[in-house]
């Protein structure tokens, strides 16, 4: 079995920053991509970015150049360093990643979500 639990989620001004955690745990063999996405209310869930397992990221338009996705593969955790933030960031953001357990069966786990409001 393999658990990924967010962290680090709260609110927070416009302008300020957050940085969310995503731990990884269970029977892990190999954590493959990774990726963070998000949820607002009344909107689909939408990718915000990703990071492959040798630490190459892509983001989405709309938070390039004010988030970072990065990577401790030795504590199978990934990060999401949100800068200047804004009001539409507001959304309950969940980590995914593409998992190889040690049964060798190959899967795609969620986290259960952490919210993120940025308001005045």
Request: glycine share 12%.
């Amino acid at each position: 079995q393999v658990q990924l639990v967010e962290s680090g989620g709260g609110l927070v001004q416009p302008g300020g920053s957050l940085r969310l955690s995503c731990a990884s745990s269970g029977s892990i063999a190999h954590i493959y991509d990774m990726g963070w996405y998000r949820q607002a209310p009344g909107k689909q869930r939408e990718l915000v970015g990703a990071i492959i397992s040798g630490g190459s990221t892509n983001y989405a338009d709309s938070v390039k150049g004010r988030f970072t996705i990065s990577r401790d593969n030795a504590k199978n955790t990934m990060y999401l360093q949100m800068n200047s933030l804004k009001p539409e960031d507001t959304a309950v953001y969940y980590c995914n990643a593409d998992v190889l357990a040690t049964t060798r069966a190959r899967a795609a786990y969620w986290g259960q979500g952490t919210q993120v409001t940025v308001s005045s």
